[in-house]
């Protein structure tokens, strides 16, 4: 690879890209990318998530951070976004706090309900405290990079119920619009999604929906949902260094991130009917095999990937804001996410993608749904 911008014939960009359901800007002109690498001071930003406003304010670094996350739902100001968060740097403070027992425990956190609140501490080195009530979160920590992934998951998951209601499934797959209509490819966390996408991205014919999450409507339609495109560190050496940037994580190593604007012409800004469904199986050889398979098959992938949603960036602690009874409600929202998977099931062709450790050859053998 010579360069993001040469890999992905995405030589001019355009950052007025408008979205369906949007009536924002969203995407970032220049000046304003320029400015967000820099880390000038970026003390507010709002996005709209097919109709769900939420505010950052505070932390310059850390908003800035999440508008590279977030850049193609980047929106104008409004009055009164339905969920504002306001982050501040420094040592938490809990003596305001009431003195509530533990609801439970993740391996990163201590989560405590009181009232309409849920408060979760990290360990002392970051505290969020969500008043779901009123719409308002507030974020304090000492750690730049651990306040941005909380607030960076905090985020997914309140846009994952906003989208659940609205009738979207978010998949965990790897999702392409090309001449054919739409294709999902179902692989695990690691699986190769990524360098499948870089791939695709060189063709003219196809565009991406999502390279982790794209959305599925009730209509078997794909939505675009690009969020920050992870990349190995393999990849990230042989890009321009002003086109990646890494991420430091709480609990999971640190991960490389290719810019919004190196691929955001590449982008499906309409709608794609979804055709194909690829269930994707690593192997150690060096060929690549595409073999159609009775729908019966992609039951199981579908279940996980898109009732479940495993491999989807989650926070239990604020699924479980109301405990467990909190979890039997969930069983609506996992039958319409299951009506979703059976009709696209009942519209789209099912294959088999043996995926070896030579890329292009990978791509050969996919590209058939495509182009």
Aim: aromatic fraction near 8%.
């Amino acid at each position: 690879m010579c360069g993001a911008i040469a890999i992905l014939n995405a030589a001019s960009v355009s950052f007025a890209t408008e979205r369906p359901g949007s009536q924002t800007k969203g995407l970032l002109d220049e000046g304003e990318m320029d400015s967000v690498s820099s880390v000038e001071a970026l003390t507010e930003a709002n996005f709209d998530f097919f109709g769900l406003r939420i505010a950052v304010l505070g932390w310059p670094e850390v908003v800035a951070a999440l508008v590279l996350d977030f850049a193609w739902f980047r929106a104008a100001p409004v009055f009164g976004p339905q969920l504002s968060i306001r982050v501040q740097p420094g040592e938490p403070s809990f003596d305001a706090l009431p003195a509530v027992r533990a609801s439970f425990t993740t391996t990163r956190n201590v989560v405590y309900q009181s009232d309409d609140r849920t408060i979760v501490d990290y360990f002392g080195r970051a505290l969020v405290v969500f008043d779901r009530a009123r719409g308002e979160v507030s974020v304090q920590g000492d750690q730049q990079y651990l306040v941005h992934e909380a607030i960076y998951l905090l985020m997914l998951n309140r846009v994952g119920e906003h989208l659940d209601a609205a009738g979207l499934m978010r998949l965990h797959a790897l999702a392409l619009a090309g001449r054919q209509g739409g294709v999902v490819v179902l692989l695990p966390a690691g699986g190769g999604k990524s360098t499948l996408a870089l791939r695709a991205l060189r063709e003219d014919g196809v565009r991406l929906v999502s390279d982790d999450t794209p959305l599925l409507d009730r209509d078997s339609r794909l939505h675009a949902f690009p969020l920050r495109l992870g990349v190995n560190e393999v990849v990230a050496a042989q890009l321009p260094p002003s086109d990646v940037r890494r991420i430091e994580r709480f609990e999971f190593p640190a991960k490389h991130a290719l810019a919004l604007e190196a691929f955001a012409q590449r982008i499906a800004t309409e709608p794609s009917p979804l055709s194909h469904i690829v269930i994707g199986r690593r192997s150690l050889g060096t060929q690549a095999r595409l073999t159609a398979i009775p729908r019966r098959r992609a039951v199981t992938p579908l279940f996980r990937d898109g009732v479940v949603g495993l491999g989807i960036a989650q926070m239990a602690e604020y699924v479980l804001q109301r405990g467990w009874w909190d979890v039997l409600a969930k069983g609506t929202v996992a039958g319409r996410r299951a009506a979703i998977c059976a009709s696209a099931l009942s519209q789209a062709r099912t294959w088999e993608l043996e995926l070896g450790r030579d890329g292009e050859r990978n791509w050969v053998a996919l590209e058939s749904l495509l182009l």
